[in-house]
């Protein structure tokens, strides 16, 4: 297993911002592709934002581009989104999810956190 670990959740204003921090940690592999994902009440789980494992190429869903953005610290094994401008919509569980070096544009991947709840008051 590859711990994940997600912080920076919580209660926010519309029109706020929020990071989102994932912190893999114990038992690595050298290369991972990171992601994010989320989760609304009685909605499936759905991709958000992925990043290659040197940083340099990441994909995001239409939905949130140009309000989100991701990124890592592979020298802290960590990997951000922040998003600004929250809408009502945004509101749900965010995942972090991680696997060996892999396509950004495929979105299994092996390894979830726990999630971590964002909500959205209007």
């Known amino acids: 297993q590859v711990p994940l670990v997600e912080s920076g959740g919580g209660l926010v204003q519309a029109g706020g911002s929020l990071r989102l921090s994932c912190a893999k940690s114990g038992r690595t592999f050298s290369r991972a592709t990171m992601a994010w994902f989320r989760q609304a009440p009685g909605k499936e789980r759905e991709f958000v934002a992925a990043?290659?494992?040197?940083?340099?190429?990441?994909n995001y869903a239409d939905s949130v581009k140009g309000r989100f953005t991701i990124s890592r610290d592979n020298a802290k094994d960590t990997v951000n989104l922040q998003i600004n401008r929250l809408k009502p919509e945004d509101t749900a569980v965010y995942y972090c999810a991680a696997k060996p070096e892999g396509s950004i544009y495929s979105q299994f991947y092996d390894y979830w956190g726990q999630g971590i709840q964002v909500t959205v008051s209007s």
């Open positions: 990043v290659s494992w040197s940083g340099l190429s990441t």
